[in-house]
């Protein structure tokens, strides 16, 4: 598991590798075959350093993604058709943990909202990246395969008042 001590330990490693580098690199000139050595030795730590940065961050954002997307168990998008797509209604019920002040502790709760506009940003993340089956096929039409594209393109619509065809 990657901590952000890790990736602030690897990004200050990062920055030292390169500031040595560029000393290296200044005396190129003076030193000739050893300091080119010394050179393609940083340079070599400096590529392994950023992979692991790299590697460290996209763990990170994993785990942070798990933890938004933990609690979630349902999501389901009624839709209440309309005379085309912009005066299509549409309910979206989901199941997320919710602290329960009376109990004490989490418990899973039901929640709804009207349209996807409405929608909490987790549960719209859960629904893209999870759940994309349950997103209407109407709007997946707009952009087939691509749920995120899709709902995109059907929010933009929805705002301007009509779709691009």
């Known amino acids: 598991m990657t901590t952000t001590n890790d990736i602030a330990l690897i990004a200050t490693e990062v920055e030292t590798l390169e500031a040595d580098l560029l000393k290296v690199n200044a005396t190129i ?3 000739g075959k050893p ?3 010394a050179a393609n030795k940083i340079d070599t730590a400096l590529a ?3 992979g692991r940065l790299g590697t460290a961050l996209g763990n990170q954002i994993e785990i942070e993604r798990g933890q938004r997307m933990r609690g979630f168990t349902n999501i389901s998008v009624e839709v209440r058709p309309g005379e085309n797509l912009i005066s299509t209604g549409f309910v979206i019920r989901y199941t997320q943990d919710t602290w329960d002040v009376a109990l004490g502790q989490t418990v899973p709760s039901e929640h709804k909202c009207n ?3 409405a929608l909490a ?3 719209y993340e859960y629904l893209v990246t999870i759940k994309p089956h349950a997103i209407p ?3 997946m039409a707009l952009a087939p395969g691509e ?3 899709a709902l995109s393109v059907y929010l933009q619509g929805k705002a301007r008042g009509y779709f691009k065809g």
Do not use: T
Request: aromatic fraction near 4%; proline fraction near 5%.
């Open 48 to 50: 392994d350093a950023k």
């Open 35 to 37: 300091a080119i050595d």
């Open 137 to 139: 096929a109407v709007i």
């Open 121 to 123: 940003d987790n549960a």
């Open 115 to 117: 349209g996807f506009a």
């Open 29 to 31: 000139d003076l030193i």
């Open 147 to 149: 749920p995120e594209k």
